[in-house]
């Protein structure tokens, strides 16, 4: 099934096209999310908000653009405001711990450990995963896009609806400041080898 | 190897060690859990509503209107006040027809 008869189905409501689209492309939906969002519980909430807002959204899809490059945009929204409200939260909790209230106040973010990398270049890895953190989110973006899904500057161009010049910069900019992250802790971390 | 080589290396290990990662997948049964989740239906009246006045802005405007409302009617109250204590003084002088003569019609026995 080509992704416009998928699309076609699933704007008539039908059952089975929606369970192809999970099937097809719930990899990529949680995977994409996990790379921002850094915890498996968080990106499998998100991939279950990205597929029920297709499902519901899928009329005003008009085909301007690839499906799989929408589903990208939705994954990445809803990852990103996820983010956003994480902050928020963790602000909350600051200003209310200044106030003496200690409830929701710890939250801690674990150590994420992304389980499609290698044994041997997991610690590393993480570490990466703390510098990207420190990084604006645009370069976040086309970073996690590139390296963790794989996709080409030209594909992450389409998804981020810009040029590709301008994702040539982002990655740029992106390395140099990951650069910079990770001297950064590496100069008072050095690991034992 | 000095120092900053080591930590150079270690930089170029970690910007590199994403690069044969396989793609994480989804615990299993997610489209179970998406149609629980769609079943569930959707957020009552009341949810929406809590959740629609605990936005910042609602809140933040909501807040605003009370302490306006409050302020005019402190001063509508106040000017009230005024005039009633105004014409509470005016009633109490005429019932007791209390007129302040001036000094020279006392002396004034002339009519």
């Known amino acids: 099934m080509s992704q416009t008869e998928l699309v076609v189905q699933l704007q008539q409501g039908d059952e089975a096209a929606f369970k192809k689209l999970v099937d097809d492309y719930q990899v990529m939906v949680y995977n994409t999310a996990l790379g921002?969002?850094?915890?498996?519980?968080?990106?499998?909430?998100?991939?279950?908000?990205?597929?029920?807002?297709?499902?519901?959204?899928?009329?005003?899809?008009?085909?301007?653009?690839?499906?799989?490059?929408?589903?990208?945009?939705?994954?990445?929204?809803?990852?990103?405001?996820?983010?956003?409200?994480?902050?928020?939260?963790?602000?909350?909790?600051?200003?209310?711990?200044?106030?003496?209230?200690?409830?929701?106040?710890?939250?801690?973010?674990?150590?994420?450990?992304?389980?499609?990398?290698?044994?041997?270049?997991?610690?590393?890895?993480?570490?990466?995963?703390?510098?990207?953190?420190?990084?604006?989110?645009?370069?976040?973006?086309?970073?996690?896009?590139?390296?963790?899904?794989?996709?080409?500057?030209?594909?992450?161009?389409?998804?981020?609806?810009?040029?590709?010049?301008?994702?040539?910069?982002?990655?740029?900019?992106?390395?140099?400041?990951?650069?910079?992250?990770?001297?950064?802790?590496?100069?008072?971390?050095?690991?034992?080898? | 190897m000095n120092r900053q080589e080591k930590i150079n290396k270690l930089v170029e290990e970690a910007l590199g060690s994403l690069d044969d990662a396989q793609r994480a997948e989804p615990r299993p049964y997610l489209l179970t859990r998406i149609n629980a989740r769609m079943n569930k239906g959707t957020a009552s009246v009341w949810e929406k509503a809590g959740w629609l006045v605990t936005r910042p802005v609602v809140a933040f405007t909501g807040l605003c209107m009370i302490v306006l409302l409050n302020v005019l009617v402190v001063m509508n109250k106040t000017s009230h006040s005024n005039n009633r204590a105004e014409q509470t003084v005016q009633t109490q002088a005429d019932e007791l027809s209390y007129t302040a003569s001036p000094i020279y019609d006392i002396d004034n026995t002339q009519p």
Do not use: C
């Open chain 1, 36 to 193: 921002i969002v850094q915890n498996e519980d968080d990106a499998d909430d998100i991939a279950q908000e990205v597929f029920i807002q297709v499902f519901r959204s899928v009329s005003s899809f008009k085909g301007d653009s690839k499906f799989s490059t929408w589903l990208y945009r939705i994954a990445i929204g809803k990852a990103l405001d996820h983010e956003k409200k994480k902050k928020r939260k963790k602000r909350f909790g600051f200003v209310q711990s200044l106030f003496g209230s200690n409830e929701d106040v710890d939250i801690q973010v674990a150590e994420f450990e992304h389980p499609g990398v290698k044994m041997e270049k997991k610690e590393r890895a993480n570490e990466l995963f703390n510098a990207l953190k420190q990084i604006p989110e645009k370069q976040r973006t086309a970073f996690t896009l590139h390296k963790l899904e794989g996709q080409s500057y030209q594909q992450v161009a389409e998804i981020m609806n810009t040029t590709l010049y301008a994702v040539e910069s982002l990655m740029g900019r992106a390395k140099a400041n990951l650069r910079k992250e990770l001297k950064k802790y590496y100069s008072n971390n050095i690991p034992e080898q």
